[in-house]
């Protein structure tokens, strides 16, 4: 940072004596934040970012550009979004757009602590300081291998192993939750990072998922693998598309919301 270390144990010593509080622990291994120090690390972010608002607000023209991260399901990033992602990008090609993929768990807290400024994930999603806009409703299916015999009971998986996202995946708790009311304790669950990793483990026979159809149908065409319909009550989720109420809604980020509006009318016309 071009400071030299007793400038900045002068300003640190400075802070905490103007907020009577200590910010650090200091030990032999160097310093660590106190639990007053981690609250004001939160609004120092928080001032920053009012900052970048602010000269976003003052610059801002009528062209879209700059960077936009959206964060988004495995499941959807597949499917969903090269079509929508394609048309964005032929209008706006200015738009620099970062996409990173995760868990609906994972992406709330991404999108609250303002590291994304919006994203893709399962829903339902009520939180007072976020907007919630329903972009698509998923049919999720139990997928095995083509060679699994046709399930009469849930109980012929009672002894499969469980594929899964890591925690903080809505299809893994929707599956879960499935398992307790049919009363099915999984002997085993192996988690993984990937779409294709848990598809490609389904088709080998290691174990059964629960994923949208609109993600397995290619591979279900192919014999890859085979889907089970599953109860209604446990079969539907919708995609939402998340962003902060507080945050000043650049350029880029407006068209995104103006575009899944328009797709979502030509959806339910």
Not at 65 to 70: H, Y
Not at 155 to 168: A, E, P, S, W
Not at 179 to 206: N, Q, Y
């Amino acid at each position: 940072m071009n400071y030299a270390q007793s400038n900045l144990t002068a300003r640190i010593q400075q802070l905490e004596s103007d907020l009577k509080t200590q910010l650090f622990y200091r030990h032999h291994r160097g310093t660590a934040l106190t639990d007053k120090g981690k609250i004001l690390l939160t609004y120092a972010e928080k001032i920053f970012q009012l900052l970048d608002e602010a000269q976003n607000v003052l610059s801002d023209d009528h062209t879209p550009r700059g960077p936009l991260a959206i964060g988004s399901m495995e499941t959807t990033a597949a499917v969903r979004l090269p079509k929508w992602l394609s048309g964005f990008h032929r209008k706006y090609p200015e738009v620099d757009i970062t996409i990173k993929t995760g868990p609906t768990e994972q992406h709330v807290a991404e999108v609250l602590n303002y590291e994304l400024d919006a994203a893709f994930v399962a829903g339902p999603i009520e939180h007072p300081e976020l907007v919630s806009q329903t972009v698509a409703e998923e049919e999720l299916v139990l997928v095995t291998d083509p060679l699994h015999r046709r399930l009469s009971f849930v109980k012929d998986i009672q002894h499969r192993t469980i594929l899964v996202f890591r925690r903080g995946c809505s299809y893994r708790a929707r599956l879960e939750e499935w398992l307790r009311h049919e009363g099915i304790i999984p002997e085993k669950t192996m988690e993984f990072g990937t779409l294709d990793g848990i598809i490609g483990c389904v088709s080998a026979g290691l174990g059964v998922s629960l994923l949208p159809r609109s993600v397995v149908e290619k591979h279900v065409q192919d014999h890859r693998i085979l889907q089970h319909p599953i109860p209604e009550r446990f079969a539907k989720v919708k995609t939402v598309f998340i962003y902060r109420k507080d945050q000043y809604v650049s350029l880029p980020l407006k068209r995104m919301i103006e575009m899944l509006k328009d797709e979502e009318r030509g959806l339910y016309m």
